[in-house]
């Protein structure tokens, strides 16, 4: 049963904020080839390979006067068609070729007050499910088979 869909898939050679488009990712157990982050000792590894956020999100935060698009909160998966509040760590999903573990709630840090003060409030709850704010700020994923996601691509909740 496909739930979603792949909007955008992002990357940045040198890390940072915002992360751009690309056509297809290909992906391995340490994240989209070629991907880089700014702070290396806060973001990746195999625990954080991807960051997940959804279209709805950046919607609903750019309603408060934030100015947010795909890739803009230096996410290499945008998605539309799920959930964000109904995230949990431990669930799986298959994207494209690729099936994921969502592994930890992305706490937003202060790169993203390039979009404007306050963000990051707008972003997280706290590590509350009840939060009307839960995962708006994404979630970071471990890969638990490599392959490869493009735009368009359906997203699925496998686990």
Same mark, same amino acid.
């Given at each position: 049963?496909?739930l979603?869909?792949?909007?955008?898939?992002?990357?940045?050679s040198?890390g940072?904020?915002?992360?751009? +488009?690309?056509a297809?990712?290909?992906?391995?157990?340490?994240?989209?080839?070629?991907?880089?982050?700014?702070?290396p000792?806060?973001?990746?590894?195999?625990?954080?390979?991807?960051?997940?956020?959804?279209?709805?999100?950046?919607?609903?935060?750019s309603?408060?006067?934030?100015?947010?698009y795909?890739?803009?909160l230096?996410?290499?998966?945008?998605?539309?068609g799920?959930t +964000?509040?109904?995230?949990? +760590?431990?669930?799986?999903?298959?994207?494209?070729?690729v099936?994921l573990?969502l592994?930890?709630?992305?706490?937003?840090?202060d790169?993203?007050?390039?979009?404007?003060?306050?963000?990051?409030?707008?972003?997280?709850?706290?590590?509350?499910?009840?939060?009307?704010?839960?995962?708006?700020?994404?979630f970071?994923?471990?890969?638990?088979? +490599?392959?490869?996601?493009?735009?368009?691509?359906?997203?699925?909740?496998?686990?």
């Amino acid at each position: 049963m496909s739930l979603g869909r792949v909007v955008q898939v992002c990357f940045s050679s040198h890390g940072g904020v915002p992360k751009r +488009p690309i056509a297809r990712g290909e992906v391995t157990p340490l994240g989209i080839v070629g991907d880089s982050w700014a702070h290396p000792q806060i973001h990746g590894g195999p625990r954080q390979a991807l960051l997940i956020v959804a279209a709805e999100a950046l919607e609903q935060v750019s309603a408060q006067g934030f100015s947010l698009y795909p890739g803009a909160l230096g996410e290499n998966l945008t998605v539309a068609g799920l959930t +964000p509040r109904a995230w949990r +760590p431990g669930q799986r999903y298959r994207a494209g070729g690729v099936t994921l573990e969502l592994t930890k709630l992305r706490w937003p840090c202060d790169t993203l007050s390039v979009y404007g003060l306050g963000i990051q409030a707008a972003l997280y709850g706290g590590s509350d499910p009840s939060s009307p704010r839960w995962a708006l700020g994404g979630f970071y994923a471990a890969v638990v088979e +490599p392959g490869s996601v493009a735009a368009g691509d359906p997203v699925t909740l496998v686990g």
